[in-house]
């Protein structure tokens, strides 16, 4: 139904940004609900952000005030902006929609903040 690929992540210093982006494949993006997900070393993956199709959005508690969560329908993509960050943030971070009960998530792209 959909395929998901992240990109944007990196190596950034404490107090930096970056804005992660995840394409996807499918004619259905617009009517999907996003959400960004992530997961550190030693850790269960979490929930980040969430968007749905129409707009409404919510954030881990960890994340608000920091990262935005937002969507291109016309690219396909779904963005998560993130600033201030903290050592606390780096992990493998998910792109994730479900379709009906199926899950599907992308690769991962990885963030790393030094102290």
């Known amino acids: 139904q959909v395929q998901l690929v992240e990109s944007g992540g990196g190596l950034v210093q404490a107090g930096g940004s970056l804005r992660l982006s995840c394409a996807a494949s499918g004619s259905i993006f617009s009517i999907l609900p996003m959400g960004w997900y992530r997961q550190a070393p030693g850790k269960q993956r979490e929930w980040v952000a969430f968007i749905t199709s129409g707009g409404s959005i919510d954030y881990q508690d960890s994340v608000k005030g920091r990262f935005t969560i937002s969507r291109d329908n016309a690219k396909s993509t779904v963005y998560l902006q993130m600033n201030s960050l903290k050592p606390d943030d780096t992990a493998l971070y998910y792109c994730?929609?479900?379709?009906?009960?199926?899950?599907?998530w992308g690769q991962g792209t990885q963030v790393t903040v030094s102290s």
């Open positions: 994730n929609t479900r379709v009906g009960f199926q899950n599907y």
